[in-house]
Every structure is written in C-alpha cells, then in structure tokens.
Nanobody
Framework: QVQLVESGGGLVQPGGSLRLSCVAS????????MSWYRQAPGKEREFVASIPSVGFKKNYSDSVKGRFTISRDNAKNTVYLQMNSLKPEDTAAYYC???????WGQGTQVTVSS
C-alpha cells in the first residue's frame, strides 16, 4: 500500500521560508520521479516542481522558479520542497505526488500572511 505523508506546512510572514517534507512508503522510492503540486482555495491544483529518480533535471513552475528548491533523500524515502521568499499568493495546500503510481498525499497547508 502506497502512502505519501506531507509535513512542514504552517503560517509564515511574507518573505519567510518553510521546508516541506513528504515521506513515502510502500514503493521503491528511488525508482520514481516525485513532484509537488498545490491548490489554492477556488483554484485548480497546479504543478509546482518535480525531481527525477536519477539525474539533475529538476523542473519548476515559472511562479516558483528561483525561490523554491526540490530535493530528495532516497535513503530516507523523502522528497523536500524548500520555499524561500514566500508570497501571499503561495498560500495553498501543498501535495506530494508520484505520477507513475498516481498516488497523492493528504496535503499540508501553507499560509503566507502578515
């Protein structure tokens, strides 16, 4: 049974930073591309970033490029999203996603507000 469990969300002021984590179980984590998506209230879920199983070709949406960094630790079955220079428009529920499996985490809420 595949499980993706996100953590690390919270309330942060504009300009602040957060690091999200997603721990995977039930899969050979190192074999899979992993990604982060987010969904703001009243909006569709949108792609944020992805990281391949091997190699260095990370992808980012234009809205987060230069501010967010995706990384992974295959020994810990964990993918991270380091978010810097946060803006109010980054407020959303953030989800971990394994596209080849089609599994989503439960999400973690990020709120950027003063």
């Amino acid at each position: 049974q595949v499980q993706l469990v996100e953590s690390g969300g919270g309330l942060v002021q504009p300009g602040g930073s957060l690091r999200l984590s997603c721990v995977a179980s039930g899969i050979t984590f190192s074999s899979y591309l992993m990604s982060w998506y987010r969904q703001a209230p009243g909006k569709e879920r949108e792609f944020v970033a992805s990281i391949p199983s091997v190699g260095f070709k990370k992808n980012y949406s234009d809205s987060v490029k230069g501010r967010f960094t995706i990384s992974r630790d295959n020994a810990k079955n964990t993918v991270y999203l380091q978010m810097n220079s946060l803006k109010p428009e980054d407020t959303a529920a953030y989800y971990c996603y394994a596209p080849r499996i089609g599994s989503w985490g439960q999400g973690t809420q990020v709120t950027v507000s003063s």
